[in-house]
């Protein structure tokens, strides 16, 4: 089970702070990922990063505002969000992909994880 939390409503410029906390599974045996889909629109890829922590991958629209990190005596990853956009408006959700003992490159496409927390609100007012 995946519970993602932190969204809220922040000025244009301003920074969040989302988790996800893991809970039923060998949360090192996954990479983690973080997605978000504003209204009307597809669920896009934010970053992701593998079952070590040693990569990490980011879409180009959020590179060098937002960072991915996890936390093993937790159980949690994280995503730091900075210099916020209203256009960055959107349910974010967190999101498991099982490698077992593998330790690559963490994916990046929807269908590539197995499951999904409920989502959290970000508003990003201008």
């Known amino acids: 089970q995946l519970q993602a939390y932190g969204g809220g409503l922040v000025q244009a410029g301003g920074s969040l702070r989302l988790s996800c906390a893991a809970s039923g599974r060998t949360f090192s045996n996954y990479d983690m990922g973080w997605f978000r889909q504003a209204q009307g629109k597809e669920r896009e890829f934010l970053a992701a990063?593998?079952?070590?922590?040693?990569?990490?991958r980011y879409a180009d629209s959020v590179k060098g505002r937002f960072t991915i990190s996890r936390d093993y005596a937790k159980n949690t990853v994280a995503l730091q969000m900075n210099s916020l956009k209203p256009e960055d408006t959107a349910v974010y959700y967190c999101?498991?992909?099982?490698?077992?003992?593998?330790?690559?490159?963490?994916?990046?496409?929807?269908?590539?994880?197995?499951?999904w927390g409920q989502g959290t609100l970000v508003t990003v007012s201008s």
């Open positions: 999101a498991a992909d099982w490698v077992g003992h593998n330790i690559g490159v963490p994916r990046t496409t929807v269908s590539d994880y197995d499951y």
């Open positions: 990063i593998n079952r070590s922590g040693g990569s990490t």
